[in-house]
C-alpha cells in the first residue's frame, strides 16, 4: 500500500512534514510537498532530514558549507547554513558516514550519482524561468552509435513554432554537461531551455536547435581501462581521458550529427553548426570542435578545462596547441565566428589559473575572442546558465550579417 | 573537483568500485560504471553501499525482501536477496533509521520521492526493450492551467514518422501514473515508448500519442488541506482523494486536451481518444472518462483502485456508480469501444478483492470488458507494462473497420 502512503502525505503535508514557519519557505526544487529543505531571503538553508538511529549526521555542500546537524527529540537532525549565492547548488546529507542524498529534494544527476539540490533565486533574474512565451519542446531520442555499438540516448530542443514553420530549417548548438553529470543536465539543472524560450521571444537569439547528448563512450567492444594502480592526475588518468575524448568525438562526428541531420530540420552546412560545453563538456567541445573546423564555425568553453588535455596543462602554446590549429590568427578568425570562454570569479585556482592563461594565451596570438568572468559564482549552474545566456545570442549572426 | 572525481571513478571504476564476480552482474537499472547493485540469473539481488560508521542497514524492497545487510571489514555494508520475480523493483536502504536511496542506482520517483530499483529481466521478453526499429520520441512540454494557476509539465511520446508524414493525424491516449511517482514514471519505469514503438513497428497496435501528465493537481489559490488529525482511509481522507481527482478531471478536461490538439497533429473526436491508468492513475482514469464520454471512448484500468471513488468502496453497483452510467449495458457497450481492466495475481488481497469485485459486477451488469490478470507479478510495473501490452493493440481499431 506505498501508494495510499504517498497519498496520505501529498494531502495530510503536515502530519509526514513539520510546518513552515517565518521567512523560511520549501525550494523550488524540492518534491511535491516536501516542506523541506527550505531557503530564506538571505539564501540560508534550512536542512532536515529523519535519521532517529544515528549519531552523527552531516550536511556536505559541494561548493559550500559543510557543516554538523542537530539531532531533535522527534529523531530527525536539522541544522540552517549561512547564506549561499544565488544558483543550483548541490548538496548530499553524510550519516554516520553514509553520503546520500535527502528524501525531501528533487534528484539530479551530478557527481556520478542523482543527488540533492536547493535553487537559490537571484533577485530580479528571470532569463531562467519559465515566463508566458512561445515555448519550445524538449525531445528525447535514441540512437545507434557503431562508435560505441550501443543504443545512446539524447535530448534535442526544438523552438518555438518548430512544427508549424514547415519550410524553415535551424542551425544547431551541441550543448555538453560536466564531468559526472549526464545529457539531463542542462534542462533540469541548467533550464537551457527557459533561457533559450526567453531570448527567441525577445528576439536576442536566433531560433535553433539544441542538442544535448551524453558525454561518457567507451568503444565498442572495449573494457573499461584496468586503472587501479593510476594515481590521480597521472600520465596514465590523462590518457584514460583522452581516449574517452576521442571516442566521444567519432560519436558526436560520425554518429550523432548524421543523426540529428537526418532527424531534424537542420541546417548542415557549418556556419550554422555551435559546439559548447561546460567544465568537461568544455574540454571534449575544444577537442572535437579544433579537429572538426570542417564542421563548426562556434565555440564555447564554459569552465572548460581546455589545457587538461594538453600535455602540458596550462601553458598555451598557439604554434603546438590542437595541432597548429591557431598558429594563425588571421585564418582562424575567417574560419571560427565566434570563439567563447568563461569562468565563474570565484571558482578554485586551477579553473581560473588555467582559463585565464588560454584567454591570455589568445590574446597574446591575436585570437579574436570572446572571455567572461561570472561575478561571484564558483563552479557550478548559475555560472553556466550565464555563460548560455550571453554565448547564444552571439550564434549564428553571420546568417543576417550575409542577408 | 568534484567532477575530477567523477571522472576518475568513470575510468578507475575498479578503485571506486570492488570487481564484479561470478555470475553476478550490474543492474542495467545502475547509474554509469556503478557494480552495485548486482543481479543473476535467478532474480536474487546483491547490494552493497558504504556506511562506515552506521551501527545497522537494512534493505527494503517495496514489495520484496526486508533484510538486515551485514558490515564488512571496509566500512560497506552487503547483502544478497532471495530471487525476486522479473520486472522492476523499487527499493530503499535504512541507515540507522535513515530511510535512503542507493546511490549506485539511477533515480525513479516512486513513494514520493527519488527511490532506488532493480530491473531484472524477464527471459525472452523483448517486448520493453529498446530493439533496431523505428524509433517515436518522447517530448517534453509545459502548459498552462488556469485550473491550477501552474506551469504544468507532461511527456508526450510521438509515434515514428510522425515528423515526416506531414498530413497524418493521430489517435491519443493518456496514460497515467500511480500514486507517488510522476509524469516521468511510463517511460523511465515503464519503458512506455519501448513498447509503442515494438507494438507499432510489428503492426499490432494503431501509431497513436500518448500523453503522460502529472496526475497531482491543487486549485489555484487554494492552500494543502489541514489534514492533521485526519485518519487513513477515514471520510475525510477519502474527501481530499475526491477533492485531488475533481481538480485533475477538470485540468485534463479544460487545459490537458485543448493543450494537446493544439499543439500536436490529433484526431480530436472522442472515438480517437483513449485514457488509461495505473494504481491511483486507474481510479482517475475512471473518474475522468465515465464523468466525459463525450471525450473518450476507450478506458483502461491497470491495478486502478476504481472502488475507491465510491463510498461503498468495492461494492459495485451498476445502477448507480459514476452516477449511472453502466445502467444501460447496450447504450454503454455502443459509446465505449473497448473497456480493460487488470491486476497481478501477487497483488495484494485489497487490489485483488476489489478489481475483481469490479470485474465480476461488470458481468453481472453486462458490461462488455476486457478482463486480464497478470501471472505472478505484484502491485508493480511488470504488472503495467504487460497491461499496456495487452491494452494498446485493442485501441482505435474502430477506425479499421470503419474503413
Redesign the interface.
Known amino acids: 500500500?506505498?501508494?495510499?502512503?504517498?497519498?496520505?502525505?501529498?494531502?495530510?503535508?503536515?502530519?509526514c512534514w513539520a510546518q513552515a514557519d517565518g521567512a523560511f519557505r520549501p525550494a523550488s526544487t524540492n518534491?511535491?510537498?516536501a516542506q523541506y529543505p527550505r531557503i530564506d531571503d538571505a539564501g540560508r538553508v534550512q536542512v532536515r532530514?529523519?535519521?532517529?538511529?544515528?549519531?552523527?549526521?552531516k550536511l556536505n555542500f559541494?561548493n559550500g558549507p559543510k557543516v554538523d546537524m542537530q539531532k531533535q527529540a522527534d529523531?530527525f537532525w536539522s541544522v540552517i547554513t549561512e547564506p549561499l549565492v544565488p544558483g543550483f547548488h548541490?548538496y548530499t546529507v553524510v550519516?554516520?558516514?553514509?553520503?546520500?542524498?535527502d528524501?525531501g529534494s528533487?534528484?539530479f544527476?551530478?557527481?556520478?550519482?542523482?543527488a540533492s539540490a536547493v535553487e537559490i533565486p537571484e533577485p530580479g533574474a528571470t532569463y531562467y524561468s519559465?515566463q508566458?512565451v512561445p515555448?519550445g519542446?524538449?525531445?528525447?531520442?535514441?540512437y545507434?552509435s557503431k562508435v560505441t555499438g550501443t543504443?545512446r540516448h539524447a535530448l534535442v530542443y526544438l523552438p518555438p513554432g518548430y512544427?508549424t514553420q514547415?519550410k524553415a530549417r535551424y542551425p544547431v548548438l551541441y550543448l555538453q554537461h560536466?564531468?559526472?553529470?549526464?545529457e539531463t543536465g542542462w534542462?533540469r539543472q541548467g533550464r537551457a531551455?527557459f533561457i533559450l524560450d526567453n531570448l527567441i521571444a525577445a528576439r536576442e537569439a536566433e531560433p535553433m536547435i539544441v542538442v544535448m547528448a551524453y558525454g561518457?563512450a567507451r568503444r565498442a567492444g572495449e573494457a573499461?581501462?584496468?586503472?587501479?594502480s593510476?594515481a590521480?592526475?597521472s600520465p596514465a588518468?590523462l590518457k584514460?581521458?583522452l581516449d574517452?575524448a576521442a571516442t566521444f568525438e567519432d560519436d558526436v562526428t560520425q554518429a550523432l550529427i548524421p543523426f540529428i541531420d537526418k532527424?531534424?530540420k537542420t541546417l548542415t552546412d557549418r556556419d550554422n553548426r555551435a559546439m559548447a560545453g561546460l567544465?568537461?563538456g568544455g574540454m571534449q567541445t575544444f577537442h572535437v570542435t579544433l579537429n572538426h573546423l570542417d564542421l563548426f564555425s562556434h565555440i564555447g568553453g564554459f569552465s572548460g578545462a581546455a589545457g587538461l588535455l594538453s600535455a602540458d596543462a596550462g601553458k598555451f602554446d598557439p604554434k603546438t596547441a590542437y595541432n597548429g590549429v591557431f598558429a594563425d590568427a588571421a585564418a582562424f578568425g575567417k574560419r571560427v565566428h565566434v570563439l567563447w570562454l568563461g569562468v565563474g570569479s570565484a571558482e578554485?585556482e586551477?579553473f581560473l589559473s588555467g582559463i585565464r592563461g588560454f584567454h591570455e594565451g589568445l590574446n597574446a596570438a591575436g585570437i579574436k575572442h570572446v572571455y567572461v568572468e561570472s561575478p561571484g559564482t564558483d563552479?557550478e549552474w548559475q555560472t553556466w546558465r550565464r555563460a548560455l545566456q550571453d554565448f547564444a545570442p552571439r550564434l549564428f549572426k553571420h546568417r543576417k550579417a550575409r542577408t
Not at 573499461?224 to 587501479?228: A, G, I, L, V
Open positions: 500500500m506505498k501508494w495510499l502512503t504517498a497519498i496520505a502525505c501529498v494531502l495530510a503535508a503536515n502530519v518534491v511535491w510537498d532530514v529523519k535519521a532517529p538511529d544515528a549519531t552523527k549526521v559541494w529523531g548541490y550519516i554516520d558516514g553514509a553520503e546520500v542524498s528524501p528533487q534528484a544527476f551530478g557527481g556520478s550519482r542523482y519559465i508566458d515555448h519542446q524538449v525531445r528525447e531520442v535514441w545507434h543504443w512544427d514547415a560536466g564531468g559526472g553529470e549526464d534542462i531551455n561518457y573499461p581501462p584496468d586503472m587501479s593510476v590521480f592526475g588518468m584514460g581521458m574517452m532527424t531534424f567544465s568537461m578554485g586551477r563552479h
